[in-house]
């Protein structure tokens, strides 16, 4: 199921909302049979942050992010020439 969950961030948006339903089914039985109620929500919020965010990668995971300024700067100017 977990599986499918991940599968379904990478399809269409119909499919995506299916795997949010999943996703939420999911981890609310974890909360409800094991008890680990923020592990159910955090799972829940990072599910809905990646399948209704619209695909976009946060900025801080960017590959620029982890550079220095001086870095990034040089990196943006060596992506401009080529």
């Known amino acids: 199921m977990e599986l499918g969950i991940a599968a379904s961030a990478l399809a269409g948006p119909r499919t995506r909302r299916v795997g ?6 999911l981890h609310s039985g974890i909360v409800l049979a094991i ?8 799972m829940m919020a990072l599910v ?8 976009k990668v946060p900025a ?8 220095s300024p001086v870095d990034r700067v ?6 401009t020439l080529s």
């Open 20 to 25: 949010v339903a999943l996703a939420v089914l």
């Open 74 to 79: 040089q990196d943006e100017t060596a992506m």
């Open 60 to 67: 801080a995971c960017s590959r620029t992010a982890k550079l």
């Open 35 to 42: 008890g680990l109620f923020s592990f159910g929500l955090i």
């Open 48 to 55: 809905l942050m990646l399948c209704l965010g619209g695909g």
